[in-house]
């Protein structure tokens, strides 16, 4: 589904469930002056095209994984694959990705503390086959994360201009 599918209501549902994932599709309906139906209808198609996905975020500081740290990873040359493959069943990775720059691969691991991140760095990763160095970085404090990301917002009429 391209951007030129969506509408203004498409965008404005989303911001909605951005919101209040929970919100009832009657109360989005009544906010955006538009039938239940219609709200529902919409949902379901943005789920079925892939462009909704409705879960809980768990908040892993609030679970006791205070420490975050980004990782840059270097790869040996045809190991991409056989690298992704094994971090991705690692709990301890939030986020993974292949890149282009400096490094190969980007992760984001998440633990409950310095030791425990200590044991990622030196007794799981190095022990990876096809990772040739890594770099880490500690995030200290999180401003945004990614479920926060509204990228229609700008799209939408103040409340005062649809009269709330």
Do not use: C
């Amino acid at each position: 589904m391209t951007e030129a599918e969506f509408d203004a209501l498409d965008k404005a549902i989303l911001l909605e469930l951005q919101r209040d994932g929970r919100a009832p599709f009657t109360s989005i309906a009544a906010r955006l002056n538009v039938a239940e139906g219609t709200v529902r209808k919409r949902v379901n198609r943005l789920v079925d095209r892939g462009v909704l996905r409705l879960m809980g975020i768990i908040d892993p500081v609030q679970v006791g994984r205070t420490i975050q740290a980004i990782v840059g990873i270097r790869v040996g040359n045809g190991h991409v694959e056989e690298v992704v493959e094994h971090l991705r069943s690692l709990p301890q990775v939030r986020y993974l990705g292949v890149s282009a720059g400096a490094y190969d691969l980007i992760v984001e691991v998440v633990v409950a503390s310095n030791e425990e991140l200590y044991q990622f760095l030196t007794k799981q990763l190095r022990q990876v086959p096809g990772v040739v160095a890594s770099d880490t970085s500690m995030i200290l404090k999180v401003f945004k994360d990614r479920y926060e990301w509204r990228p229609y917002e700008d799209d939408q009429p103040a409340a005062r201009e649809t009269g709330e």
